[in-house]
């Protein structure tokens, strides 16, 4: 955990749990544990309005840390690799396996715009990489650097969210979802908010939303939407709320350190072990989520570990950089071997 933002992996971490239990019990009554009502719904609705925000936040705090530096060719082949090459060959790959596996949900693919429309969750990694496009111009025109051309970015995000895009093709409805979020995480590390917001406020912040959609969830409020001006408050003060309390955790961090695998790779475990479970006759709900939760939590942890052994591996499923060979973990092993 050398030199990584700790409260900043903190949150990476508990986005990536959010997430898999997510998906554990499915956006849909026929997706996941295919659950239609009761608790598990309600909670996976709800706090549908933090989730997806939070991991968008992020990104946009983090790329504060090291932003675009004027060379377009060199930024974006970067962001290419890290995040549509890996999309590229494991969304392919989802896609290949959800079709020919039994019991699994979903796989009626339209193979022909694959990847042109995004492929289940995948949608993400795509509005990501628009995100960085249009952001590394904006920061060309110099739009991003001062408060109030950075505002009137903001509005004009806010306002394209606002009219509900729904253009499916390479998520440019996704990019128009999340881009206020990313440039709420960019502000929030850029003009140094965190500095004007007590640690109490930011958990005040945080714990209103969540009392907020909690009593959504019990019928006190009605929310209008994700891409409703309720939603994108929500949203933003949350994230920006949970910066600014603080929290550290040693154990969320190391999830967190591994969140881009985890969403990528996350779907592969949670249906594997949900599918092997409903195989055993093991069809209680609390069993099935518990033990799908974990699966695709620590599944990808341990397929990272894996997988870095090699350049090909790590450059095409995970998207990382190459690597000198003496890093890999497989030459050490085979030099230990011959000796």
């Known amino acids: 955990m050398k030199k990584r933002n700790l409260k900043v992996d903190t949150l990476r971490g508990l986005a990536c749990i959010m997430l898999v239990a997510y998906h554990v019990i499915g956006d849909s009554s026929g997706s996941g544990l295919k659950i239609d009502s009761g608790w598990y719904r309600q909670i996976n ?8 925000p939070l991991f968008t936040f992020i990104s946009g705090v983090v790329y504060a840390y090291r932003p675009f530096n004027g060379d377009f060719v060199r930024f974006l082949k970067g962001k290419f690799n890290r995040v549509l090459v890996p999309m590229l060959t494991l969304g392919t790959l989802f896609a290949i396996v959800q079709s020919l596996t039994p019991g699994a949900n979903g796989g009626d ?24 496009v249009i952001v590394s111009v904006l920061e060309y025109m110099k739009l991003l650097s001062k408060p109030l ?14 009219t509900h895009v729904t253009v499916p093709y390479f998520s440019i409805q996704g990019a128009a979802y999340l881009m206020p979020y990313f440039l ?4 929030v590390q850029r003009f140094n908010l965190l500095d004007k917001i007590p640690s109490y406020v ?26 409703s001006l309720q939603g994108l408050i929500c949203g933003a003060v949350f994230c920006t709320g949970a910066l600014a309390l603080g929290a550290e955790s040693e154990s969320l961090a190391r999830i967190g350190y591994y969140s881009f695998t985890i969403y990528l790779l996350h779907v592969f475990f949670t ?18 989520f518990l033990m799908a939760w974990i699966a695709g939590i620590f599944g990808p942890i341990i397929a990272e570990i894996v997988l870095d052994g090699t350049n090909f ?15 890999l973990w497989i030459s050490r092993f085979a030099s230990k071997t011959n000796n």
């Open 202 to 227: 930011g958990g005040a912040m945080a714990l209103g939303v969540l009392l907020y959609l909690t009593a959504i969830m019990f019928g006190y409020f009605e929310l209008d939407g994700r891409t």
């Open 45 to 52: 609705d709800t706090f549908a309005y933090v989730r997806m």
């Open 184 to 187: 709420t995480g960019l502000a």
């Open 109 to 132: 693919f339209n193979w022909k715009l694959l990847h042109i429309i995004p492929v289940a969750h995948f949608w993400f990694v795509e509005a990501i990489f628009i995100i960085f």
């Open 313 to 327: 591996t790590r450059q095409y499923l995970l998207g990382k950089r190459k690597a000198e060979s003496k890093d």
């Open 271 to 288: 249906s594997a072990v949900r599918i092997f479970m409903y195989k055993l006759g093991i069809t209680n709900v609390h069993a099935v």
């Open 149 to 162: 051309t950075y505002l009137m970015v903001y509005i004009c995000a806010s306002a394209i969210f606002l």
